[in-house]
């Protein structure tokens, strides 16, 4: 099972020279797997000290990584500021019309905050997912024309399709070409339109690479608003959630987010565990240091293995673009 970074950097590129080809929204039926193409486990790791101060002076060797309680080599290692894909999921459906420019102008804050080679994109959701970008440019790293976009696309109205969209955004964010791949979620909490159910969206998220941060924009009035659900996938896949008590801060939360990506360290490792059964297996990382000062480590519960089933055949490229749109 031996893997390299130049089998993963060739992958990919052989993803990238296909196009984006985003398949919208799938039944549920199909298990997803941790990954089509590579045996690569990936953690994205935040370390800060006992005062929340960001520590990002570490060496690989200062790491350790276990799965289900068994130590890993290290494959991959990176402390640099490095640019990432990223996809803002944004809420439109009519509990979010109070807030609607306070979150475009957040998604430009964030987009401002982040790295300047950043792969950047959004969706906005009511009961159907649409991408703000369009197919022959998903990506951008323009503050300037995300928010163009983003503008173009919420129109607060509808239900809320929460589970689709975040499914949406895991297969979109796959076509970055950045191996850090991250999504950021602004939602109340609440679905009341998904075809798929939370258990789908948590099965899809434990099986990627993807870090997910929430934002719970909650209306004290709003009977369907679950923050709770946001810190589970949050804290599922190694990333942060927060529920700003004033929504005047939603801005702020965002940028702190930016920062929070800009901060992290990237592991890589393959399994010792040969075996592809589909199980779910627990991750750790420690860090120790020479002084063994008291840090706060994050990253991601686990993930799901690889099956060995065959994966289902990629979509139409002429007709998947806009199928999130019109599901």
Not at 246 to 274: C, M, P, W
Request: aromatic share 6%; hydrophobic share 40%.
């Amino acid at each position: 099972m031996a893997i390299s970074r130049l089998i993963l950097t060739a992958t990919l590129c052989a993803t990238l020279s296909a196009g984006i080809t985003t398949a919208g929204i799938t039944n549920g039926q199909d298990r997803p797997v941790f990954s089509a193409k590579s045996d690569l486990v990936v953690l994205h790791v935040t370390v800060k000290d006992k005062k929340g101060k960001y520590v990002t002076d570490l060496p690989e060797d200062a790491f350790a990584v276990s799965e289900d309680g068994h130590r890993q080599t290290i494959r991959f290692f990176a402390a640099e500021d490095s640019p990432v894909t990223v996809g803002l999921l944004i809420d439109s459906s009519s509990s979010m019309l109070p807030n609607r420019e306070r979150v475009i102008a957040a998604a430009t804050a964030f987009a401002e905050s982040s790295h300047p080679d950043d792969e950047l994109f959004a969706l906005a959701f009511n009961e159907t997912v649409q991408a703000a970008l369009p197919p022959d440019g998903p990506f951008t790293s323009s503050a300037v024309a995300l928010r163009r976009a983003v503008t173009r696309v919420i129109h607060p109205r509808g239900r809320t399709a929460l589970f689709d969209a975040i499914a949406a955004g895991l297969e979109y964010v796959g076509h970055g070409r950045h191996e850090r791949k991250v999504l950021v979620v602004v939602s109340d909490g609440g679905d009341n339109a998904s075809r798929l159910t939370f258990e789908d969206v948590l099965t899809k998220a434990e099986a990627s690479n993807v870090f997910i941060y929430t934002m719970a924009v909650v209306d004290p009035l709003e009977r369907d608003a679950n923050p709770k659900l946001l810190r589970k996938i949050a804290r599922a896949t190694g990333g942060e959630a927060f529920a700003p008590a004033n929504n005047a801060k939603i801005a702020s939360v965002l940028q702190r987010i930016a920062r929070d990506i800009r901060h992290g360290y990237t592991i890589g490792y393959v399994s010792s565990n040969e075996t592809r059964d589909g199980s779910f297996r627990k991750t750790r990382v420690t860090v120790q240091t020479r002084d063994r000062r008291a840090l706060v480590v994050r990253t991601r519960e686990g993930y799901l293995a690889d099956t060995l089933s065959p994966p289902a055949p990629e979509a139409d490229p002429a007709t998947a673009q806009g199928q999130a749109a019109r599901d």
